[in-house]
């Protein structure tokens, strides 16, 4: 190493690559921004500095985004494992009382799992100082992905466990799918054949994953094709249709269980092989040791358990 760039090295304000290393993983400077805080200038100005410094090229442009060079990608690579180990370590030696607490976390959800868990949650926050906000989803798992890595929100409850090491995930619920029909269907009882499912008008309750509807992903092999009655994007508008037609449906068990009573519904078993949903809790890796975020997993863990009936 020639004594030019040891000295550079030696004054390297570290925060540069802390900068790096979020404008990596947002391939956008306006993204890393506002994760940081900070103004896109303040951004670019570091980013430049680290080039200077290091005397190598750190990001092409793509489209309308940038991505890391080779040489960035082998820095980020190398750097981002070490900040995410000093964080944590941090994160873990701050205590956290969730009755002195003024924090208010958000988590994300669909809506199925936020109708059957707020009791719960309400039960459980009744004499905590703490707040714990649920909202909707967003419809695109990259934007789910992106706020939880942006800390916009705390914690994910998904069906798809995340593909990336920079998120933890551990399994906290399962959930089966179950026929639904109006009560005095003039067809189908408490049974239905498989000829009887495959002839009815059907409600569809489409998932924003690749355009999958809900029988596609739990079905063992491919369905026959289904008369299309309505297509919906909320369950509960699903079952609402459902109650005032013969148009059938298929819906999760214990949700479509809490409402089968007061839209007058029932419910009975699929006439096809079908593997069970799984519900995963989702966070950042590196706020593993957080203590507050370990309170809340731990807690909506135990709501999920509480919430959901055995899928046998």
Partial sequence: MNDELS??????????????????????????????????SSVSNAINRLKIALDCELFIR?????????????????????????????????????????????????????????????????????????????????????DLQMQKVDLLLDIMPPKLKMFSFKKVAQERIVCVVRQHHPVIKNHVSHDDFFSAEHVM???????????????????????????Q?????????????????????????????LFKLTLVELPFETRPIDLYSIWPTKHALDKSCIWLREMIEKLMHDAYVPSS
């Fill in 233 to 261: 994007s909320s369950v509960l508008s699903m079952l609402s249709l459902i109650s005032k037609s013969n148009a059938i449906g298929i819906a999760p068990y214990t949700f479509a269980q809490s409402y089968a009573e």
């Fill in 205 to 231: 309750y489409r998932l924003h994953r690749d355009n999958m509807r809900v029988a596609d992903i739990i079905s063992n092999d491919p369905l026959p094709q289904r008369t299309l009655y309505s297509e």
């Fill in 62 to 146: 793509i489209g309308r985004g940038i991505e890391p060079t080779a040489t960035g990608l082998h820095i980020f690579n190398s750097v981002q494992p070490m900040l995410d180990a000093i964080e944590q370590t941090l994160m873990g030696i701050s205590e956290f009382d969730p009755y002195t607490s003024s924090r208010v976390f958000t988590l994300y959800a669909n809506e199925a799992v936020i109708d059957l868990i707020q009791p719960h949650l309400d039960r459980a926050l009744a004499n905590l100082s703490v707040r714990v906000v649920l909202r909707n989803s967003p419809v695109f798992e990259a934007e789910q992905f992106q």
């Fill in 7 to 40: 000295h550079k090295l030696s004054t390297l304000d570290l925060n540069l690559l802390r900068v790096f290393c979020v404008v990596c993983q947002q391939s956008s400077i306006t993204r890393a921004a506002e994760q940081l805080a900070l103004t896109q």
